[in-house]
């Protein structure tokens, strides 16, 4: 499975944007999908992840502001991601779990920077 990131930027605080994750590859059942964050210094972070049946988790930290959704025909998560904070400041991985046969596997994205600063 590989994973393709994109969407992120420079953006003042209060602004939006969109992340989207289009995951490619054959033979694999994608089940969840989900963007994690890492800020310097900092360990890496679930932001937010959804099953292939639609249910969302939300970090605290997000929820009212970023909304994850997919489009399963194209393989695709998204994160909208509204009212932004410095805090949000992170590089942020696309993370897909993946079947294969009787076997799950993780996989990461190669991360897309977000910078929140006026």
């Known amino acids: 499975v590989q994973l393709q990131a994109s969407g992120g930027g420079l953006v003042q605080p209060g602004g939006s944007l969109r992340l989207s994750c289009a995951a490619s590859?054959?033979?694999?059942?994608?089940?969840?999908m989900g963007w994690y964050r890492q800020a310097p210094g900092k360990q890496r972070e679930l932001v937010a992840i959804i099953t292939s049946g639609g249910s969302t988790n939300y970090a605290d930290s997000v929820k009212g502001r970023f909304t994850i959704s997919r489009d399963n025909a194209k393989n695709t998560v998204y994160v909208q991601m509204n009212t932004l904070k410095s805090e949000d400041t992170a590089v942020y991985y696309c993370?897909?779990?993946?079947?294969?046969?009787?076997?799950?596997?993780?996989?990461w994205g190669q991360g897309t920077q977000v910078t929140v600063s006026s």
């Open positions: 993370y897909v779990k993946a079947r294969w046969g009787p076997h799950e596997y993780d996989y």
């Open positions: 590859g054959s033979k694999f059942k994608i089940n969840a």
